[in-house]
């Protein structure tokens, strides 16, 4: 008769993906994760599988908890400019917040040469992110709100500012980011 798990599996992997998230893949061994997670080494492996295969669970439990819910402002009927806007405006202030940086950008700089999976999870990601500023982007064109007949283009620059602005936030240059955030909002037409 098999043993039944004497904890949470999701509440121990909420710590995984903590303990990732702060030290990365590599700098993360087994024993910390048995002493973070607080279960032996036979109940790791015997509920996650591998230290890799844990890693990518901790990188999806993130992805769905943080990253692609904070995109659901974005995504509502006849979301336009403004939601844009706020979604900038939060984005910024959440780096004062995330001394780590973000997990996924962190997962794919030590990676992402390495893992195919962490490559998919971040096309994911971005094609998300880029995909729900097109529709609010286009939503404002729309209405008069904004000027640009690209805005596809400009949904895939907001990606790759918003990437800028997760290092520069980890670095902890807050009025850099608040400078950026201005430039944004005056080509955005606000």
Same mark, same amino acid.
């Given at each position: =008769?098999? /043993?039944s798990c004497k904890f %949470? /599996?999701?509440d121990k992997l909420k710590l995984a =993906?903590? @303990?990732f998230w702060q030290k990365g893949y590599a700098a993360t061994s087994v024993a910390d994760l048995v002493e973070h997670l607080g279960i032996n080494r036979f109940s790791l492996y015997n509920t996650y599988g591998d230290k890799l295969n844990l890693y990518r669970e901790a990188l999806r439990l993130y992805l769905q908890q943080n990253s692609l819910p904070a995109l659901d402002s974005l995504r509502v009927e !006849?979301? !336009?400019l403004q939601q844009v806007i706020d979604y900038l405006e939060q984005f910024v202030a959440l780096q004062r917040e995330q001394k780590y940086g973000c997990f996924l950008q962190n997962a794919l700089l030590e990676m992402s040469l390495e893992d195919a999976v962490v490559q998919q999870e971040s096309r994911h990601l971005f094609d998300s992110i880029k995909e729900a500023f097109a529709k609010a @982007?286009?939503?404002a064109r729309e209405r008069g709100e904004l000027n640009? %007949?690209?805005t596809e283009a400009l949904a895939a620059w907001l990606l790759l500012q918003l990437q800028g602005i997760r290092v @520069? !936030?980890?670095a902890g240059l807050h009025q850099e980011l608040q400078q950026a955030l201005s430039?944004? /909002?005056a080509q955005l037409g606000r």
């Open positions: =008769m098999a /043993r %949470d /599996r999701e =993906m903590e @303990l !006849g979301a !336009g @982007l286009t939503h640009s %007949d690209n @520069l !936030g980890k430039v944004m /909002r």
